[in-house]
């Protein structure tokens, strides 16, 4: 596609979001932050991460609320978070990848935004999250095995998404591109 074709989509986007986020979804390493931030600049839109976020309202990392307070009052706090942070109008808004899991998280995005799922194969998700120490879920002996627990888990609920893309070992404005593509795509047939 070319880019003043892409430059018509995201023309398409900023007209029909009317006050709403673009919320990215999926597992740790699908992409949502590094994607997520060059999403941000082609749209014009604020990148906000919700997992930093969560950090700055704690005054912890992530790893320690797990260690120190588990992992459900760390879904909880990510729950108002995400909900405060929809609040905000038009941006880009990658969630944890345990954040779609909540029911009411899925109704806050469905009434304040476009959910993304991105979706990534169990390989291109281990080579991306053994290059980051620091993941809670995945400090044991056999992180592809938890990995392919959480696919099991999670890729059912996460197909509840408006949208899902494929997220692969590409370069990165590919990925882009073809969000932007599926976002105008799905506003387009919403009207």
């Known amino acids: 596609m070319s880019e003043d ?3 018509d989509k995201i023309h398409t986007i900023n007209a029909r979001l009317k006050g709403r986020s673009i919320v990215l979804i999926g597992l740790m390493g699908a992409g949502k ?3 997520g931030r060059r999403l941000a600049k082609r749209l014009g839109l604020p990148f906000v991460d919700a997992d930093h976020e969560i950090e700055r309202a704690a005054g912890k990392s992530i790893e320690e ?3 120190e307070d588990g992992e459900e009052f760390f879904r909880a706090g990510e729950e108002r978070v995400i909900a405060r942070l929809l609040e905000n109008g038009p941006q880009v808004l990658a969630t944890g990848g345990g954040a779609w ?4 998280t899925r109704e806050r995005v469905k009434e304040r935004g ?8 169990l390989d291109v998700l281990m080579e991306r999250v053994l290059r980051r120490p620091g993941r809670p879920l995945l400090k044991n002996d056999n992180p592809r095995a938890v990995m392919e627990r ?12 408006d949208i899902t893309v494929e997220s692969c070992n590409k370069p990165h404005n590919v990925v882009v591109g073809r969000i932007i593509r599926a976002l105008a795509d799905w506003l387009e047939r919403q009207e």
Not at 101 to 104: S, T, V
């Open 150 to 161: 959480l696919i099991e888990e999670r890729y059912p609920v996460y197909a509840l998404a």
């Open 65 to 67: 609320i797990f260690a």
């Open 33 to 35: 932050t590094t994607v």
């Open 101 to 104: 899991m909540r029911e009411a």
């Open 5 to 7: 074709n892409l430059g």
């Open 114 to 121: 476009i959910s993304v799922w991105l979706k990534a194969d």
